[in-house]
């Protein structure tokens, strides 16, 4: 019999939650490692002198990543709300919940275009499968992928089934879903691309991406490589964005937020390495210029896979480790989403998923036709994939992060940070330690921001 004075009634059912330690960390470095590492690091490697860049990138997320990262995780746990309540829960005087209604409408524009390339991932699988790389030279394969990409039906079909697998996940709640799905796909990701980067490491002529990848050659760097990587650190950590927010509202007090936090970052760091070594000295085997750009991946590795021995077993693997990697980042921006419907419109998680897709759908399908019929439809130069992209990649996650740490640092300020980071003295952290994280929130990291703000705005 239902009790009239129970604590939860309909409106107030429990919050989900992350299961356990594992749990925690599997889901947040499935969001972080996506696209952003198996598509955009290796190409930004190319474009930017290999070794040095991730030199460059490395000391970025140690200095400036992790401590925005920490205390997005801070701002989440500490509230147990999504994203635009965490801001209300913990300063309900201010206006910086607007951070998280930003943190919201970034992820909708970021989850509309990544919809649309996860989709690709989908349709390459298949060609995969049909051994459809079998035979061709880079321009067929340069021919092949933007025929498909600027059509209509086959792109937005493939949108739509990547998007409803991931609607699928995320109905099925935080523990269920989220956490269940990365429990499995995460170590599977993790085991097909160490085999993918020992196939390409032991290609006669590899040597050469070995030496790319991590003998720097310091003359390459310019000042647009600090930018990259910056950008690469936000990008891949899945910051500024609510991400992290959301996620940490679902984690227990005992958690230790800098152990959690470091091993995200670390996983993330560690599957673009990877990536990179699966990558790198296949193309320079094949004779390839490391500096292809977006491309790499869908014509230039496609080629790669048409000329090695085993070669179409190589690009099923490949082209499935891509698509998990993108599913496991997808279900956290649509969690962002979906928690912020839930707790926003007192709905139900189903109601707010359905209503959630039906908005991204419409978005994403613009997006994908941005790239063909609709592609003389242009706003400040830029077609709708591009507008998108940029809009969250280059603005709304700068000013997301931006906001995030001066809330930390500033607002909520010293004794809040060393409460959540020692679980209220639970935990020994050095003082050293819990010192250098405020400076780094407090300062580096605002300084940072603004400085690759005003370099990408001007
Ligand atoms: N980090 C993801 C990747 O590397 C992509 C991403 C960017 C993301 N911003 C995000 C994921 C916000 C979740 C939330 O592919």
């Known amino acids: 019999m239902k009790d009239a004075n129970s604590p939860h009634t309909a409106h107030e059912h429990q919050r989900d939650s992350f299961g356990s330690s594992f749990g925690v960390l599997v889901a947040l470095a499935g969001s972080a490692v996506g696209l952003g590492n198996l598509w955009r690091f290796p190409y930004l490697v190319g474009e930017n002198g290999g070794a040095a860049f991730i030199l460059i990138y490395l000391g970025f997320v140690l200095l400036i990543g992790l401590p925005i990262l920490i205390s997005e995780f801070i701002i989440g746990r500490r509230s147990q709300a999504a994203a635009r ?3 209300r829960k913990l300063a309900p005087d201010g206006r910086w919940h607007v951070a998280g209604s930003l943190a919201v409408l970034c992820c909708t524009l970021i989850l509309s275009f990544y919809s649309v390339v996860g989709g690709w991932g989908i349709e390459y699988l298949i060609k995969a499968f049909r051994f459809d790389f079998s035979s061709g030279n880079t321009p067929g394969m340069a021919t092949m992928f933007s025929d498909f990409a600027t059509s209509t039906t086959g792109p937005l079909i493939c949108h739509t089934v990547f998007l409803g697998v991931t609607g699928l996940i995320v109905i099925m709640g935080v523990k269920n879903g989220i956490e269940k799905f990365s429990k499995v796909m995460m170590p599977l990701l993790f085991v097909i691309m160490i085999g993918l980067a020992v196939r390409s490491l032991t290609l006669p002529g590899a040597k050469e991406g070995i030496d790319y990848l991590f003998r720097p050659d310091w003359s390459k760097v310019t000042s647009g490589t600090f930018l990259a990587a910056l950008g690469q650190a936000f990008f891949s950590l899945s910051l500024g964005s609510g991400m992290v927010i959301t996620y940490g509202s679902y984690v227990k007090k005992k958690e230790n937020i800098v152990k959690i936090g470091t091993e995200t ?12 070594c699966a990558i790198m000295p296949a193309v320079f085997a094949f004779g390839i210029s490391p500096g292809e750009g977006p491309g790499l991946v869908f014509t230039t590795l496609p080629y790669i896979f048409s000329q090695l021995p085993a070669g ?4 099923i693997l490949f082209f499935l480790a891509l698509l998990l990697a993108a599913l496991t980042s997808s279900i956290s921006v649509l969690e962002v989403i979906v928690a912020f419907t839930i707790e926003e419109f007192h709905l139900k998680r189903k109601g707010a998923v359905a209503l959630c897709l039906g908005v991204i759908w419409v978005l994403g399908a613009l997006c994908s036709l941005s790239l063909g ?3 003389d439809f242009k706003v400040f130069g830029k077609n709708i994939f591009d507008l998108f992209d940029f809009a969250s990649a280059n603005v709304l996650m700068l ?3 931006l906001l995030v740490v001066l809330f930390v640092g500033w607002k909520l300020g010293r004794s809040v940070i060393h409460d959540e980071l020692t679980n209220s003295g639970g935990l020994k952290i050095p003082v050293w330690l819990l010192d250098t994280i405020l400076f780094l929130i407090r300062f580096l990291a605002p300084a940072a921001i603004a400085v690759i703000a005003i370099f990408q705005w001007i």
């Open 312 to 315: 179409g077993v190589v690009a």
């Open 399 to 401: 000013i997301g992060g």
């Open 373 to 375: 019929v609709l592609g």
């Open 85 to 87: 309540g965490a801001f």
């Open 265 to 276: 970052a670390v996983a993330d760091t560690l599957f673009a390495l990877i990536a990179g």
